[in-house]
Nanobody, 121 residues
Framework: QVQLVESGGGLVQPGGSLRLSCAASGSIFSINAMGWYRQAPGKQRELVAT???????NYADSVKGRFAISRDNAKNTVYLQMNSLKPEDTAVYYC???????????????WGQGTQVTVSS
């Protein structure tokens, strides 16, 4: 079993900052990539940012220059620092990990339960 536990969501005013964390635990042999996705009401889930095992990062155009993803490999944890938040950033943010649970297994995609981020005055 693999669990992804997110934390750090909440209510913030426009222009403010939040930092999300996601810790992966359980049966983990290797992690290929971790990332954050978000889903606003009435919209499809979309990519926010990802970080690979070699630290290569990828960002949605809408968050470039405002959000920063980082990773602590020793703790199997990924972070999302969100600055200059806008009302349109309001969504449920989901953590994702692509990992192999055992040495002889392929990689699978796992999701956290989601954490609400609300940007409002």
């Amino acid at each position: 079993q693999v669990q992804l536990v997110e934390s750090g969501g909440g209510l913030v005013q426009p222009g403010g900052s939040l930092r999300l964390s996601c810790a992966a635990s359980g049966s983990i042999f290797s992690i290929n990539a971790m990332g954050w996705y978000r889903q606003a009401p009435g919209k499809q889930r979309e990519l926010v940012a990802t970080i690979r095992y070699d630290s290569h990062t990828n960002y949605a155009d809408s968050v470039k220059g405002r959000f920063a993803i980082s990773r602590d490999n020793a703790k199997n944890t990924v972070y999302l620092q969100m600055n200059s938040l806008k009302p349109e950033d309001t969504a449920v943010y989901y953590c994702n990990a692509v990992l192999s649970p055992r040495p002889d297994s392929p990689s699978f995609s796992y999701w956290g339960q989601g954490t609400q981020v609300t940007v409002s005055s």
